[in-house]
């Protein structure tokens, strides 16, 4: 069996990987494939594998993006860290849908089913089912209107309009305009992507989500990276790579 990895977390897809090869010996892993541009470029140019297992936020978007569009493919097993439509969504098309961290005994129910939708149901068939999903999915998205932080033993909400932005160290801090440093729940900064509005925030960087209108200024260096100034921050600027600066600045003029 063939199947495609789409991760863009380089220590995730390789226990990803290893977990494959313990469940399903002798398959032969292709990728990991880490952007949505990567992604579209391989399914052109090589022949469709047995199974995808792919990440639903990558560096440069999300996978829907590729798979809804009018072309076959075949079976995917999606990994996130939370939505809870999508779970109850995949589950309904036989087709799984995995929390992160990603449990082996899940990872073996997946693969399970994966192998009963072989001998059911042709890709033409599957195609139709997802298209469906893709689209109940793409028109019932909802972002959140406050986060939940700590401060110390206290739990505080935050408005989404407050904040300025996510940062990743041992933990996910909130950050808001104010300066003040919350500790959140979160466990990555995937989890936080599905909740808030791609045309208020953007993923900078692995360690940074920035809210717009937190952003004072930004510049440009001589290597092509480009360098965020956020209002009332106290740290360094959030930097962004020369891959990723025409993305940052197409959304920086919407």
């Not at 399903?24 to 090589?46: A, D, F, Q, Y």
């Not at 829907?64 to 098309?93: G, H, M, W």
């Not at 072989?118 to 999915?137: A, G, W």
Request: glycine share 4%.
């Amino acid at each position: 069996m063939n199947i495609l990895i789409v991760e863009d977390e380089p220590l995730v897809a390789a226990g990803l990987a290893r977990m494959v090869q313990e469940l399903e010996p002798g398959t032969e892993i292709m990728g990991p494939l880490g952007s949505v541009k990567e992604t579209r470029r391989w399914l052109n140019s090589h022949q469709l594998p047995d199974l995808i297992l792919s990440d639903i936020q990558l560096s440069d978007g999300i996978s829907l993006d590729i798979f809804s569009a009018e072309q076959p493919v075949c079976p995917i097993i999606f990994t996130t860290a939370y939505n809870e439509y999508a779970i109850r969504a995949f589950k309904l098309n036989s087709i799984d849908y995995l929390l992160k961290p990603i449990d082996k005994k899940e990872l073996a129910s997946a693969f399970h089913k994966f192998h009963l939708l072989q001998s059911k149901y042709s890709n033409d068939q599957f195609l139709k089912q997802i298209m469906e999903v893709f689209r109940n999915f793409n028109s019932t998205n909802k972002y959140k209107e406050r986060f939940a932080v700590h401060q110390g033993r206290t739990v505080l909400l935050i408005p989404a309009d407050s904040v300025a932005f996510f940062q990743k160290e041992e933990l996910i801090y909130l950050v808001d305009k104010e300066g003040k440093k919350y500790i959140t729940d979160y466990r990555s900064l995937e989890e936080i992507v599905e909740h808030v509005d791609p045309r208020l925030f953007f993923r900078a960087n692995r360690q940074h989500f920035v809210q717009i209108d937190a952003i004072e200024g930004f510049r440009t260096d001589e290597s092509g990276k480009i360098h965020i100034r956020m209002r009332n921050s106290k740290g360094e600027g959030v930097v962004i790579s020369k891959e990723k600066a025409p993305e940052f600045r197409n959304w920086f003029d919407k």
